[in-house]
């Protein structure tokens, strides 16, 4: 096939791009510019296989699509999560369409999950990646069948140290480099002072609450906390203390004890399903509701189109509107959708 490789210049898409090589496929790399003069070290990269290479400048969609929503999200007191929303719109959004314009017939990525067709139901099912330890599938729970029709994951089937090992193997400068842990457009890690930054001013103080709504002291601004959050609260009440939810309209934090932050029902919106087209009312399933979390027994059920509420076995901690709620069979993805609310 004629494939298009999404490249970063990190050791993930770089084998990624050389495994589709040696498998005799026709490859071509590609980097997208999102928020600066990306691409040098993918061009390297891309050099050292001696494939072609494409750059994009994408920085104005990018903008509105992704950081816009982040910053509106984390304004109405949300936790959101910019990579899954980025890969449905982004990468296997506007990259597969520049590839296919291209008359390329798929897009690769070096996301560590597996697409297999379903021979039955004719659908892709997206399935987590042979290392766990590893495994994207929770920020690709969005992709649509025809997104997962031109997807190609190279590195399903392998663990982080053999990939390492190939690309010292063919001498690739990234082998050794470190894997990026924070949102590429937040470097630092600090998205509080990349929302005032890009805000123009600091956002306002408001009021720790507790429960009952008895103010506790002054919080430095809403973007600043994060539910489930202690440490950084930057306020002494002679016990330990958490974020338990936010008011946006009231500009207030309300703070309590850990244990009133887990809940056993959790609501998703805006679900994607992959495995059926069509869910039963009731489906037992395993879900996490954040990426590092460890799936859990659940039943979920389907109140309308594109709602579900989750009724976990065991209560889950700190399920934070805007992350994402994945459901799993097996190693097999059934949907995903953006959590609105949980109850407990």
């Given at each position: ?13 770089s ?26 070290e ?13 750059e ?9 699509q ?10 109405r ?15 296997f ?11 390329q ?15 039955a ?9 042979k ?18 029709s ?13 990939i ?54 002054e919080h ?5 906390y ?11 009440l002679?016990?330990?203390?958490f ?102």
């Amino acid at each position: 096939m004629k494939v298009m490789a999404a490249m970063s210049g990190g050791v993930d898409s770089s084998v990624a791009a050389y495994l589709l090589q040696k498998a005799g496929h026709t490859v071509c790399g590609a980097t997208l510019h999102l928020t600066g003069p990306e691409g040098q070290e993918a061009r390297l990269a891309a050099e050292s296989l001696s494939i072609p290479f494409y750059e994009f400048d994408e920085r104005e969609a990018f903008r509105r699509q992704v950081i816009d929503a982040f910053a509106e999200s984390y304004e109405r007191g949300e936790t959101p999560n910019p990579c899954i929303i980025c890969n449905r719109l982004i990468k296997f959004g506007l990259l597969l369409d520049r590839a296919r314009a291209l008359g390329q017939d798929c897009l690769a990525t070096g996301h560590y999950a597996r697409v297999e067709r379903d021979l039955a139901s004719g659908r892709f099912l997206l399935k987590k990646a042979k290392d766990e330890t590893k495994d994207q599938t929770y920020m690709l729970c969005l992709l649509t069948q025809e997104q997962l029709s031109r997807a190609l994951f190279p590195l399903g089937d392998l663990t982080k140290k053999e990939i390492r090992e190939i690309a010292a193997d063919i001498g690739l400068k990234s082998a050794n480099h470190p894997d990026s842990q924070d949102i590429c457009f937040v470097p630092d890690g600090d998205y509080a002072g990349f929302l005032e930054a890009r805000r123009g001013e600091a956002y306002p103080i408001g009021q720790f609450v507790d429960e009952d709504g008895h103010a506790l002291g002054e919080h430095k601004g809403i973007v600043r906390y994060t539910i489930g959050q202690r440490k950084g609260l930057g306020i002494a009440l002679g016990r330990p203390a958490f974020v338990l939810s936010k008011d946006a309209v009231e500009n207030r934090v309300v703070l309590g004890e850990e244990s009133r932050l887990f809940s056993t029902r959790v609501r998703a919106e805006q679900v994607n399903w992959i495995a059926c087209e069509k869910p039963p009312e009731m489906l037992r399933v395993t879900a996490k509701t954040r990426y590092s979390h460890q799936a859990a027994e659940a039943v979920l059920h389907v109140p309308e189109e594109g709602v579900v509420l989750a009724e976990f076995k065991k209560p889950q901690r700190a399920p934070a509107p805007g992350q994402a709620m994945v459901f799993y069979d097996g190693d097999v993805v059934v949907g995903g959708g953006i959590i609105t609310r949980f109850l407990r």
